[in-house]
C-alpha cells in the first residue's frame, strides 16, 4: 500500500466529464459550485482511507447532488399514530379544494388588490372574510398568519402600556414554550392576573376594570389541558358585560375553533366562535390549522371597528398570508359554506370515520402482512387491536375517538418504530405494552398499501 495519499481529481475534470455526458444544461455558477463541495467530500473521504470514486464515480455524484436540489423537499409522512392534527406532522392536512385553490393562485395571478369594476386598487382579497362574516355572524373578520399573530394583534388594542386581565386558570403555554403573558407583554400590554388556577369569578374582573386599570379582557379558551375537581370559570356573558359596563374590549382566544358541532362526533362541546360573539365577545381568534381544517392562519372575527383598527395596524402588514394560503383558507372555508365541510375537510373526515370501516381496513392490513412476511408467519405477530385516537393539536384535550391499530409484536418494538420513521415515506406511529401500535384512522384508506409495504420493508431489516 502507498504511503502517499490519494488525490482527488480536479473539479474542471469532474465538470468535463459531466458535460460529455449531456449534464451541461445547468447554469455554470451552480455546477461549478456543487462540483466543488463533491471533490471538497472526496478528498475528505480519501483521507479517511476510502476507495477513490474517480472521475466517472464524481460526475456521477454531482448530477446525483444536482437533481436532489430540483426534488420537492419535505418527506412525506404516513400518520399512523391515530393524533389527528398533529403539530409535529404539519397540523392539518388541506382539503383538495384548498390545493387546487393555492395552486391556481401560486401559479398565476389573481385580483388579489384589484377591483374587478373600477380597475383600481381595491381591498385585498375578501372572500375568506366574507367566508367568515357568513359563518360566525361576525361583523367583519381579518385573516393573519397565524393564531398566536392574531392573538398579539388583537391584544395590542390595549395600548402601550394597557391593562390586559387574564384569569390565573388561563395563563396557558399553548406549545413550543410560548405563553400568554409573553404574548400579551411584548404586543405592548400591562397583564393584570385575577382569580387562582382552579377557579376565576367574575367579581374577579370588578376591581381592575372599575378601577380603570384594565381596558382589555383575554379569555383563553384551555385548549390544551383540563382541569377537573372543584373548580370554576367565570361566565361569559356576565364577564363581557362587566368588561362593557367599564369600557374595555373583550378579546376570547379559541385556540382552535370549531365551525361544526363537535358534540354530533361523539365528542364533548368545543365552544364556538359564533357562541362566543353571541355571548358578548368583541373579537375572537382562532387558527386555520387546528379544527377549522385548513392552511396555517390566523383567524379574527368580531366588531368592525375593532377589526378596521387591528387592519391599520403597522403590524397587520408583517403578519398578513400570501396569495396561496389566503386563496386556501377562503376554499376551505368555503366548503362549511357549501354543506361539504365533513366530506371533505380530512380533519372531519377523519373524525367522522366509523370505527367499524377502520377496524376493517386494519383487518386487511393484518392479513396481508402475515400472508407475505416470514417472520410475521405466526398470527399473533400482526394483529388488530382497538385503540383510542385523539383530536390533537391542542383540540380536546383528554377526548378520544374509538379506533383500530395494527399491533406489531416483535422482538425489538423500538427499532421497528425509528425504522418506520427513517423511511419514504416516513411512518410515524407508537409504541404501547412492547407492541408497535399503528392506528388507521388518521391514515388515508389510499396509503393502506403504501403502509402494509413499508411495515414489510421495516421488519426484513436485520436486527
Ligand atoms: C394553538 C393555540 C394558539 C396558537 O395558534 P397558532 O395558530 O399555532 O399560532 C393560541 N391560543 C390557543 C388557545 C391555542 O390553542
Redesign the pocket.
Known sequence: MSTERPRPPSVEAVLAAARRRGDGTREPDAMLRVAREAVADERDRLAAGADPLGIDGLADELAARLAGFERAGATPVINATGVIVHTNLGRAPWPEAAIRAAKEAAGGYLLLELDQDTGRRGARFRTAEEHLVALTGAEDALVTN????A?ALAVGLAGRGGGVVVSRGEL?E??GG?RIPEIVRRAGGRLIEVGTTNRTRVGDFEAPLSEDRARLVLR??P??FRVDGFTEAPDPGGLARLAHAHGAIVVD????GALLATEAFGLMHEPTPREQLAAGADLVTF????LVGGP?A?LVVGRADLIARLRRDPLARAMRPDKATLAGVAATLGLYRAGRAVEAIPVWSMIATPAASIQERAEAVAASLCGSAASLGDSTAAEVVAVESTVG??SLPGETLPSFAVALALRSATRVLATLRRGSPAVVGRIADGRVLLDLRTVHPDDDEQLTEAILRAIEVPA
Open positions: 397565524n393564531n398566536a399573530g392573538l396557558v399553548i406549545g410560548v383563553v379558551h385548549s390544551n382566544d379559541l385556540g382552535s387558527s386555520g390549522d387546528k396555517q390566523g393539536g391542542g
